[in-house]
Nanobody
Framework: QVQLVESGGGLVQAGDSLRLSCAAS????????MGWFRQAPGKEREFVAR???????YYADSVKGRFTISRDNAKNTLYLQMNSLKPEDTALYYC?????????????WGQGTQVTVSS
C-alpha cells in the first residue's frame, strides 16, 4: 500500500520561505517520478515541479528560480523548498507518485498541505 504524507505548510508573509515534505511508504521515491502540484481556491490543480528517476528536475514557469524539488533517498522523502513566496503561491500543495512510466498520469496522491502567503 502506497502512502504519501505531506507536511510543512503554513501561513507566511510574502518573501518568506517554506519547505514542504512528503514522506512516502510502500514505494521508493528514487525509483519513480515524483511531483508536486497545487490547487488554489476556485482554480484547477496545476503542476509545480517533478523529479524523475535519474534526478532531472522540471518546474512550472511560475516557480522556476524560486522553488527547488529534491529527495532524500535514505528518508524516502520528497521535498519542495519554496523561496521568495508570493501571495499567488497560496494553495493546497500535493505530492504525487507516477508508478507507470508509459502513462503521464500520477497514480498516488497525498492529502495535501496548505500554504498561505499574505501580502
Amino acid at each position: 500500500q502506497v502512502q504519501l504524507v505531506e507536511s510543512g505548510g503554513g501561513l507566511v508573509q510574502a518573501g518568506d520561505s517554506l519547505r514542504l515534505s512528503c514522506a512516502a511508504s510502500g514505494r521508493t521515491v528514487s525509483s519513480y517520478t515524483m511531483g508536486w502540484f497545487r490547487q488554489a481556491p476556485g482554480k484547477e490543480r496545476e503542476f509545480v515541479a517533478r523529479v524523475i528517476r535519474n534526478g532531472t528536475t522540471y518546474y512550472a514557469d511560475s516557480v522556476k528560480g524560486r522553488f527547488t524539488i529534491s529527495r532524500d533517498n535514505a528518508k524516502n522523502t520528497l521535498y519542495l523548498q519554496m523561496n521568495s513566496l508570493k501571495p499567488e503561491d497560496t494553495a493546497l500543495y500535493y505530492c504525487a507518485l507516477k508508478a507507470n512510466v508509459f502513462s503521464p498520469a500520477y497514480d498516488y496522491w497525498g492529502q495535501g498541505t496548505q500554504v498561505t502567503v499574505s501580502s
